[in-house]
């Protein structure tokens, strides 16, 4: 499996992205549209729907630990875009080992 996503992040931001990939997909997946939405629609649909603002919500949360980071990440709308398709992925195709690996793989 693989994502087909690698994040051109600066180094400060890789433990933040790392940390937020796994955290951010288990608020996702506690929001029954968001996984509906996943289940049944393509990935450029899905990332249209209510998972995009789940996600903006929850770096904005993030901004309280790590404040800088999270605004970079907010202000970079390439980046960000590819965040929130990481974590589609991380939802649809589960398996935390994997992804785990994956992340490893590409640094994070």
């Not at 790392?18 to 899905?46: G, L, T």
């Not at 970079?76 to 939802?91: E, L, Q, R, Y």
């Amino acid at each position: 499996m693989t994502c087909g996503v690698i994040l051109s992040i600066p180094t400060s931001l890789e433990s933040f992205c790392h940390y937020c990939y796994f955290q951010i997909a288990n608020e996702v997946k506690k929001d029954a549209k968001c996984i509906e939405q996943i289940d049944k629609n393509s990935r450029e649909q899905a990332l249209k729907g209510e998972m995009n603002n789940v996600v903006r919500q929850q770096v904005v949360s993030a901004m309280n630990n790590q404040n800088v980071n999270a605004r970079t990440l907010l202000k970079d709308s390439d980046n960000m875009d590819k965040f929130i398709g990481m974590v589609h992925d991380i939802i649809k195709h589960g398996d935390d080992a994997k992804l785990s690996a994956l992340l490893g793989k590409m640094g994070l």
